[in-house]
C-alpha cells in the first residue's frame, strides 16, 4: 500500500501513499501509524502521519535508512482490517462577530450570508485526518465545497486559543495561540490540548470524528476551559 | 540534609532546561526539542559525573546570572562562552570545560557566547525538576516540560538534588569548530526548483539572518525558484529539512520546528553537521554542500566517535 519509500535526510524515512487527500488514502497512513507504532521497532524515534504521508524518524545510532527501509516494507497489512473509528467527539463552538473574525470575508467572498455559512459548516461530521503541528491541533474535513476559500493573504500574527477555521477543503482548531492564515468561524471553550493528561493529552485523534455545534456567548464563557 | 539552592539573578535570552529531547510525539505536534548541540550537552554532564541525560540550562547568547542562594554546586559550562565566578567576593575569569565549586553566596555570570550561539551550564547532581511526556526538555510555544514548560525566569530558584564534588577537577581539551559549511541531501522536492537555483543554493553563500531562534534558522542569499508549486500538501517535518516557501528565501527547521508544514523540502541537512549548524550565528554566512546518504552515514560514525572519544577522555 505504500508507493514508495525515500530518505528524508539520514534519518527518516519518507513513506509515499500518493498525491491524493482524501479518506481512504489517510485510512491507510493511520493503519501503517498504528501498527508500526504497536511494534515497537528498534531505533524508531517518531512517526508523523499526515493526509498522504507517513514520516519515520530513526536514532542513526540504532539503525540505518537501508535496515529499517526493510523492516517497513515486510509490514502487511490488509485492506479490509481498515475501518472507520465510530467515535464522535462534538465540539461546542460560539460563533458570536467576537469571535468569528473572518466571517465578513467569507460572506463577501462567497456571495453567502452568515448564516448560509454557518448552516453549511455546523453540525456536520468531519474526518481527523491528522494532527499537529502546533500541539493537538487537528486537521478536519471535508467542508461543504460551497464555503470552500483559501488562507488569508496575510496571516494574522496571533489567532487566538480556541479559534476555530476553514480553508480550503478543511477545518482546524487553534489549540494555542499562534500564528496562523485559517478563516476564523468562532471559537471553542472546549480544552483540546490538555499538558497535564500526559496518557491522552489531545482530545481529537487522527481518523476520528469531529462536529461543531453552536453554543451562545453565555455557554460559551460557562464553559470556558482554555482561560 | 544540606539543601543546596540557586537563584537566577538575570535570566539571560532564552535559557531553558533541556536534555536529550523527546520522542515518540511528532503525530500529536510536540516537536523532538533537547539540546540544540548535542555534542556539548553531553560533555557538560559528563563533566560533572551526571548521567547522559541529566537535564541542564541552555543559553542563547547571553546566560544566566546566577547566585548561590544555599549550600554548595559543583558545574561546568561548555560551548565558546565567555563568564566569570565571583567566589568569596574575588572576580574570577572563567574557562568552559572545566569543573568549578561554588558556595553559598558566590556568583556565575554567564556574560556572552563568542561567535557561537548556545552554550549549557551543568551541575551536579543535576537540578530537582519534573519531566513531562518523557523529558526534562522545555518547549515554550506548547508550554510543555521542565518548570512548567517556561523559560527560566528572573528571581526564580531552583534546588540541585544532590552536590558532591568528587568531580572536581574534571576538564577536558576541546575547541569547538567553527567550519560554515554544511553538507545535505537532496529534499524530498528537490525537482521543484530551477536548475540555476539549485546550482546557485550548492555553491553560493546564504546569510544566517537574525529570524533564526529554536524553531528555525532563516536564511538569506540567491533567491531559490521554484518551477512547479509554491505549497504541497501538508506532511511530516523533522529537524534539518530545509524548506522553501514562496519567497524564496530557504528556512531551516530547528530542534522547536512545526511538526506538520506545507513547503516544498530543498533539502535536509545532515545528522552530522547539526551541532555545527545551531551554532552559526545570524549575520554569519553558510554554504551548503551536496552528498550522498551512503557518505553522510559514513559521516554520522565519524561524528559519533569522536563523541564518545572526547567524552572518554573526561
Known sequence: MIKNISNLGDAALYCDFGNDVDQKTNFKVIK???????QNIKGITNLTPSYNKLIISFDLNVVNFKELKTQIEDIKISENKIKQ???IIKIPTCCDDEFALDIERLSSKLNL???????????????????????GMPFLGDIDKKIRLERLETPRVKVPKGAVGITEQFANIYTFESPGGWNILGSTPTKIFDQANEKQPTLICPGDRVLF???NKKEYFKINGNK | MEINKITVLREGINSTFQDLGRSNFYHIGLPFSGAMDKRNYLISNKLVGNK???AVIEFAYQGPLIKIEDGNINFAISGDVKFNLKKNGKLINGDCYKNYNLSKNDEVDIISTNNSVYGYFAVSGGFDLKKNFGSFSTHVRSNIGANNGNKIQKDEKFFIKDFNDKHANKSL??????????????????????EQSIKEFTSKEFLVTKLSDRMGMRLQGPKIKNLKDTNIRSEGLIKGVIQVPADGNPI??????????????IGVVISADYDRLVQIPPGK???????????????????????????SQI
Do not use: V, W
Open chain 1, 32 to 38: 501503517y501509524f498504528e501498527n508500526i507504532k504497536k
Open chain 1, 85 to 87: 473509528n465510530q467515535k
Open chain 1, 113 to 135: 450570508t452568515k448564516k448560509e455559512i454557518l448552516e453549511k459548516y455546523l453540525n456536520k461530521e468531519y474526518f481527523c485526518y491528522m494532527t499537529g503541528f502546533i500541539a
Open chain 1, 213 to 215: 455545534y453552536e453554543i
Open chain 2, 52 to 54: 547522559y541525560n541529566e
Open chain 2, 173 to 194: 581539551k576541546y575547541m569547538n569548530s567553527k567550519i560554515e559549511y554544511i553538507r545535505i541531501l537532496k529534499g524530498t522536492n528537490f525537482d521543484y526548483f530551477f
Open chain 2, 252 to 265: 531551516i527547521m530547528l530542534s522547536d520546528h512545526g511538526t506538520i508544514g506545507g513547503y516544498p523540502k
Open chain 2, 285 to 311: 554566512k553558510i554554504k551548503f554542500e551536496l552528498i550522498e546518504l551512503k557518505e553522510a552515514e559514513k559521516l554520522y560514525k565519524l561524528y559519533q566517535m569522536e563523541t564518545e572519544n572526547l567524552l
